[in-house]
């Protein structure tokens, strides 16, 4: 998994755990290929990624593998074949030493974006860019290695033109013919996580992988939509990805405010968006009070995490009886893909009185033009519980990684903490399993000192 790059405007699990509904329930002519996957029941899923110990010759570190991840305490690793041309000799040998330690595999594959021509001179190898064909060959490899029991796509839905609704139906018809139980997931990230996916996906996947949390809300969220329990988070104001709009389009949410005697009026909330790009001019979040922009923000170098506002909107207050305060998300040039989320929590004001919180999105009224999306008024649309399709945290375990997801300080204390988010998301039933992303495995490792306290504990506390 690459670092994302940022999205230039105007361009271009299973792990079922016992889980009774699956993402592809709804399709009755797939039942029969689908339903044995779902009787295999994994045991706790806390799982490995990537960083694998290997030789001075470049081959995989195979005894010192089996011995680390027996000692971290995982239940499952993922595979990545990629570093190098060997990895898949490499894999049928790992396979018997795992199954030794108890150990379950998933085979972890890069896409399009990650391979040649658009990136670098590595593949996966042996099959490549054929991922028919790797459907079929995982399959088989594990009939004769059962402790091989799913497989996973990279960076799955920026190549979604790619992979295609039609193309993986046609590569897991391939796979479930050999092996109805090995599972297929996307990699996602909790950004991309919406409503459409869902709907044009699920009932071609056995689960998710998904990363990485920015905080528990993005676990919740990511849960009701994976649930059909909610189409677009309450309190969010969205675009989506793929999707183009013209210079004017904008969604808001509105709600009046009785003022009531004072000298000074301010509205108090907290905000934040999903975009920590550099690409500025496109989206922009408001604050308006009867019509008149209190406050402005460009979603560009936002950090992804929750900022405290205070906007004094005494002069427009002043003198009224009743105001209308709108949140208002604007494209003040059209895009063609660049999707962001914006979240609002957290609404009081001083001597205004307001007709609702943000905890109270029903409530409040909704204008839209364009492809805009919201978590307000009679938009906030509760899903029908029709489907479950199950999902697996990543959580970023490696210093450099982490800083590039969270900033700075990328200690081992706050990789842990983040971690210890996501075992505790499990735990209250919002994920099927937790995996760290490139956990460093040296023996010299604090951070993995950690994160096998933090699982150990997990498994404690779960008897």
């Not at 046609?170 to 090995?182: G, T």
């Not at 402005?296 to 009224?320: H, Y």
């Amino acid at each position: 998994m690459q670092m994302r790059t940022t999205f230039i405007p105007a361009m271009i699990l299973l792990a079922f755990l016992g889980a009774p509904a699956l993402g592809r329930a709804g399709q009755e002519s797939d039942k029969q290929a689908v339903e044995p996957a779902g009787q295999v029941l994994f045991r706790e899923h806390l799982a490995d990624y990537d960083s694998e110990l290997r030789r001075a010759d470049g081959r995989v570190d195979l005894d010192a593998m089996a011995a680390r991840l027996n000692e971290l305490g995982v239940t499952t690793y993922y595979w990545l074949i990629w570093h190098a041309a060997t990895d898949w000799d490499d894999l049928k040998l790992f396979l018997p030493k795992a199954a030794q330690a108890g150990i379950e595999v998933w085979v972890y594959l890069v896409p399009p974006s990650e391979s040649p021509p658009t990136y670098g001179n590595q593949y996966s190898e042996p099959f490549r860019l054929d991922y028919s064909r790797w459907a079929e060959e995982i399959a088989r490899l594990s009939l004769k290695h059962p402790n091989l029991t799913a497989w996973v796509i990279d960076d799955f839905y920026a190549n979604r033109e790619f992979f295609t609704p039609a193309y993986l139906r046609e590569f897991q018809r391939r796979s479930k013919a050999i092996n109805p139980r090995l599972a297929f997931l996307p990699l996602m990230y909790f950004d991309e996580m919406r409503a459409k996916f869902v709907e044009d996906y699920r009932e071609m996947i056995d689960g998710v992988v998904v990363a990485y949390l920015q905080d528990r809300d993005e676990i919740e969220w990511t849960w009701a939509i994976l649930n059909d329990a909610a189409v677009v988070p309450p309190g969010e104001l969205g675009y989506p990805w793929g999707t183009p709009s013209r210079a004017g389009d904008f969604v808001m949410a509105s709600q009046s405010a009785k003022v009531l005697p004072a000298d000074r009026y301010v509205l108090h909330f907290r905000e934040r968006d999903d975009f920590t790009g550099e690409t500025a001019g496109y989206h922009f979040k408001q604050l308006l009070v009867d019509g008149v922009v209190v406050w402005e923000e460009d979603v560009a170098r936002g950090q992804a995490t929750w900022c405290k506002i205070a906007a004094d909107v005494t002069p427009q207050v002043r003198g009224k009886s009743n105001v209308t305060l709108w949140f208002r998300f604007l494209d003040k040039k059209g895009v063609s893909n660049f999707g962001v989320r914006w979240h609002l929590s957290g609404l009081r004001a001083e001597n205004l009185q307001l007709a609702a919180d943000v905890a109270e999105p029903r409530d409040w009224e909704v204008a839209r033009q364009g492809a805009f999306e919201a978590g307000f008024g009679s938009e906030t649309k509760m899903g029908q519980r029709r489907f479950h399709i199950p999902f697996i945290s990543m959580t970023a375990g490696a210093e450099g990684e982490f800083r590039q997801r969270h900033g700075d300080p990328a200690t081992p204390e706050r990789i842990a903490e983040w971690l210890r988010m996501s075992l505790q998301a499990y735990k209250d039933g919002k994920c099927d399993g937790v995996v760290t992303y490139c956990l460093d495995k040296r023996p010299e490792s604090q951070t993995f000192s950690l994160a096998k306290t933090l699982f150990r504990e997990f498994r404690r506390d779960k008897r």
